[in-house]
């Protein structure tokens, strides 16, 4: 690492690198030589070029942001930290920012919607954070999260149910940009409101595109016509609780603080959800150490959030004072960026980057401090319940593209995988209201099942009765056709059944007094599951939320 030195962002001074200089990718570099947070270099590699700030500056690099915006880009771990721990250092409040201030940044830059102060928690410190984050954290515990789990395992089959039977889909967009939206209006009391429209401008607004602020606008109405109904007439709902929670909020107030954590939710889980997929697709060891049971969904989702964070970074801290920091000289009013992505492969805390990070969350996906998501816990249940439906209902998924054609889009704020195409064997739809299952291979039919005997017991290979072979007569392992016919249960076995949705389900045979009792070697290889193995099942459906 080359030792920092101290230019100031959005100085005047330093010589600029000439056109396509190798140091510098071409188009990458702003006024005062400093690196840009947009363009093609950013939007191309900005993992690669998080790396060239760290071996040019250090922990801390001047950046530039939308508009040549000048900001500071924290890119170690233990600076983040202690950034994101210090707000008597480094301050939420947005009206701070003297680049704002002196007319450097204008209102109406595209990156508008997420640095323009709010009366909302994440722009406040102290006590009034504390009180605004109240209302919202307090909502969150009321969140009834078995029920949660069930919606979202609804969400997820209705989604699949409209691509199940084409034997293709496109996961990104007919997945993971839909199921976190279509969870979150129904936490905050909102179904009626989702369809495309929303999906699009929440997925718009933190973009810094030229709709960014008309997108954020329509996100905004929406959500003020729901405070103005749950104010008349309070729902179970989350709107409802932050409306009429003891901190008082304004309309504007709890619009705005539900605009809060409906982006935020929705951004971060239709990123962890694509990428989480996008391993499981393309990495063998991910998907084998799922599939082996070596590794639990959960536990993949929080590899995810190591390797691929939902947000790469976090425009949102100002310096309160002039400070050294990281190397650099920080002056009062300075914008800094927390730098999630960067944070997270910081060599001095992770020198593998290929080690297991299994049962480690030290990771800054979710920021740190007193403004660390409260809602991360939501996040993930969306990401593993979900996935885990989709790979119930499909679970021969595979990427139909090589993996080098898939593309991405960077933003300021996070890392967009573009498309998902898959493919897979079709299936039909099934009910969204039970729980899903998958059947990967057509059920087999009662005289295909295949029966263990002894000696003389059948022509199949270990004395495996096959379909239209049978046993021989007397033979060890033999039943009798007339007292046992393909298809009727035997005891100790569960018979097949239907359930209310016409599923097959498995209920207790109990013989009667006078049922024949079969050598031990005939019971079917197919016979039910062990009273510990049904425990065991109904407890980790129980946990799902089913």
């Not at 939206?181 to 129904?186: A, I, K, N």
């Not at 993949?300 to 949102?316: H, M, R, S």
Request: net charge negative.
């Amino acid at each position: 690492m080359t030792t920092p030195h101290t230019p100031s962002p959005g100085a005047d001074g330093g010589a600029v690198p000439p056109p396509g200089c190798p140091a510098h990718g071409a188009g990458g570099i702003g006024p005062g030589g400093l690196r840009r947070l947009y363009g093609p270099e950013h939007a191309n590699d900005p993992m690669g070029l998080y790396e060239k700030l760290r071996a040019e500056y250090g922990p801390v690099a001047p950046v530039l942001m939308s508009g040549d915006a000048p900001a500071w880009l924290v890119l170690g771990h233990s600076e983040n930290l202690h950034m994101t721990r210090t707000p008597s250092q480094f301050s939420r409040d947005a009206r701070r920012w003297r680049r704002l201030k002196d007319g450097t940044v204008a209102p109406d830059n595209p990156l508008a919607p997420i640095f323009t102060w709010q009366p909302i928690c994440v722009f406040a410190d102290g006590a009034e954070h504390e009180r605004q984050r109240g209302a919202v954290t307090d909502s969150i515990a009321r969140i009834d999260h078995r029920g949660v789990r069930r919606a979202i395992n609804r969400c997820s089959n209705r989604l699949v149910n409209e691509f199940c039977q084409n034997g293709r889909a496109e996961l990104v967009s007919q997945f993971a940009e839909h199921l976190p939206m279509m969870v979150m209006c129904h936490i905050l009391g909102m179904a009626d409101e989702y369809d495309e429209r929303l999906v699009q401008a929440a997925r718009d607004m933190i973009k810094g595109t030229e709709t960014a602020i008309a997108s954020n606008a329509y996100v905004m109405e929406v959500l003020t016509r729901l405070v103005e109904r749950r104010r008349a007439e309070p729902q179970e709902d989350f709107a409802s609780w932050v409306v009429h929670h003891e901190a008082g909020f304004t309309d504007d107030e709890a619009a705005q603080h539900l605009r809060l954590v409906l982006i935020a939710a929705y951004e971060t889980t239709a990123n962890l959800i694509s990428n989480a997929l996008r391993m499981v697709l393309t990495d063998p060891r991910f998907r084998a150490q799922l599939s082996g049971g070596h590794m639990t969904l959960p536990e993949a989702v929080e590899q995810t959030l190591w390797d691929e964070p939902p947000f790469t970074t976090i425009l949102g801290r100002w310096a309160v004072g002039d400070v050294e920091f990281g190397g650099q000289q920080i002056k009062a009013g300075d914008a800094l960026i927390v730098g999630i992505a960067a944070a997270n492969v910081d060599p001095v805390v992770r020198p593998d980057l290929g080690a297991n990070m299994q049962g480690n969350r030290s990771h800054l996906a979710f920021s740190g401090g007193p403004h660390e998501c409260p809602g991360q816990d939501i996040g993930r249940a969306i990401a593993d319940t979900g996935i885990d439906a989709l790979l119930m209902r499909l679970p021969d998924l595979e990427l139909s593209v090589e993996e080098h054609e898939l593309r991405w889009s960077s933003t300021l704020m996070s890392r967009h995988l573009q498309e998902l195409p898959v493919e897979f064997g079709p299936r039909p739809p099934q009910d969204v209201i039970v729980a899903p299952t998958h059947m990967p291979h057509p059920p087999r039919k009662p005289e295909a099942w295949h029966v263990t005997g002894g000696p003389g017991a059948g022509s199949g290979a270990a004395g495996e009765r096959t379909p239209g072979s049978a046993p021989a007569d007397g033979g060890p392992g033999s039943v009798p056709p007339a007292r046992f016919t393909p298809g009727q249960p035997v005891p100790g076995q569960y018979a097949p059944a239907q359930d209310p949705a016409g599923r097959p389900a498995h209920e207790p045979y109990a013989p009667g007094p006078d049922a024949p009792v079969p050598p031990v070697a005939g019971i079917p290889a197919q016979r039910g599951e062990s009273a510990p193995k049904r425990l065991w099942r109904s407890l980790t459906r129980w946990l799902r939320g089913h």
